[in-house]
């Protein structure tokens, strides 16, 4: 079993910066992929950025390429995502997740946290 926590949503202006931090415990990373999603009112769950946790390596949905940045921190058990010059369409709650495959399909994710909101005023 994983538990996963997340922390640091707030209420920012646009163009400001966040760093969300998903803090897991339970069994080990390793091997898995770990990933950021996000749901605005009345949309469906959509993939924001994921991290593969032996190497390193990141994919991220167009939307949020170049401003938000995913990583991981083996010591810690810990991922973030330095969200910056944020949107005021980037508001919703975000959510961390994590599972043996890599996808961008939340309903593939084994283990998820309880999400940090995020709301960036215009």
């Known amino acids: 079993q994983v538990q996963l926590v997340e922390s640091g949503g707030g209420l920012v202006q646009a163009g400001s910066s966040l760093r969300l931090v998903c803090a897991a415990s339970g069994r080990t990373l390793s091997n898995y992929f770990v990933a950021w999603f996000r749901q605005a009112p009345g949309k469906e769950r959509e993939f924001v950025a994921r991290?593969?946790?032996?190497?390193?390596?990141?994919a991220y949905v167009d939307s949020v390429k170049d401003r938000f940045t995913i990583s991981r921190d083996k010591a810690k058990n810990t991922v973030y995502l330095q969200m910056n010059r944020l949107k005021p369409e980037d508001t919703a709650p975000y959510y961390c997740a994590a599972n043996s495959v890599g996808t961008i399909f939340p309903a593939r994710y084994d283990y998820w946290g309880q999400g940090t909101q995020v709301t960036v005023s215009s």
């Open positions: 991290v593969t946790w032996n190497d390193g390596l990141t």
